[in-house]
């Protein structure tokens, strides 16, 4: 099992950046596809981004892509997503989540949450216009 932490949300003006972090527990974390999801208020929740367990792939959703960054170090049991160039409707509640891969899946990438089995209690953004 893996338990996971995210930190680095806050208060932003459109434009600016912030760089979320998520700190997972365990020893096998380097097994783990990782993803981030979001849940603005009254919407359902919806995918950021993701990457590999192995870390040579990575996924977007069309509305981030170029302004948000995926990325991962194993040694450090930590996830980021670096937003850049944010909006206000990227204000959300921002999930990390994991899920164990076997070693011939280690390239792929999960962008379902029902595809995910643990999950971080969330961090909020919010950016001001």
């Known amino acids: 099992q893996v338990q996971l932490v995210e930190s680095g949300g806050g208060l932003v003006q459109a434009g600016g950046s912030l760089r979320l972090s998520c700190a997972a527990s365990?020893?096998?974390?380097?097994?783990?596809?990782m993803g981030w999801f979001r849940q603005a208020p009254g919407k359902e929740r919806e995918f950021v981004a993701a990457?590999?367990?192995?870390?040579?792939?990575?996924y977007y959703q069309d509305s981030v892509k170029g302004r948000f960054s995926i990325s991962r170090d194993n040694a450090k049991n930590m996830v980021y997503l670096q937003m850049n160039s944010l909006k206000s409707e990227d204000t959300a509640v921002y999930y990390c989540?994991?899920?164990?891969?076997?070693?011939?899946?280690?390239?792929?990438?999960?962008?379902?949450?029902?595809?995910?089995?643990?999950w971080g209690q969330g961090t909020q953004v919010t950016v001001s216009s």
């Open positions: 990457i590999s367990a192995s870390g040579g792939s990575t």
């Open positions: 989540a994991g899920d164990l891969r076997p070693l011939a899946l280690w390239h792929g990438v999960l962008t379902n949450a029902n595809e995910y089995d643990y």
């Open positions: 365990g020893r096998t974390f380097s097994r783990y596809a």
